[in-house]
């Protein structure tokens, strides 16, 4: 059984009571208002572009994607379009 993979990663970060950080990555093919809002981070995999970053502004598409590649490893990979995922 394959993951379904969205056009959008969409990536926020939500403080919990303790003062500690969680992180939420989705992957939606579409965004909603709330995400723009709300999210740190959306790359568009359809345009190859960067919706939203409020963490780098200078970061590109390609720069974002490697950077959660390493940052999220084996749990990313197969939320990736096939393009975007690593051969074995």
């Known amino acids: 059984m394959s993951i379904p993979t969205g056009r959008y990663m ?3 970060y939500l403080q ?3 003062g500690k950080w969680d992180e939420v990555t989705e992957f939606k093919n579409s965004i909603r208002p ?3 809002q709300n999210a740190k981070v959306i790359l568009d995999f359809r345009y ?3 919706v939203k970053n409020t963490l780098n502004k200078e970061a590109g ?3 974002m994607v490697e950077f959660y590649k390493r ?3 084996e749990k990313l990979t197969p ?3 096939p393009e975007f995922q690593e051969s074995p």
Do not use: A, M, N, Q
């Open 10 to 12: 969409i990536v926020s």
């Open 16 to 18: 919990k009571p303790t």
């Open 34 to 36: 709330k995400h723009l």
């Open 48 to 50: 190859k572009k960067v």
């Open 61 to 63: 598409f390609d720069d």
């Open 71 to 73: 940052l999220l490893g």
């Open 79 to 81: 939320h990736l379009p």
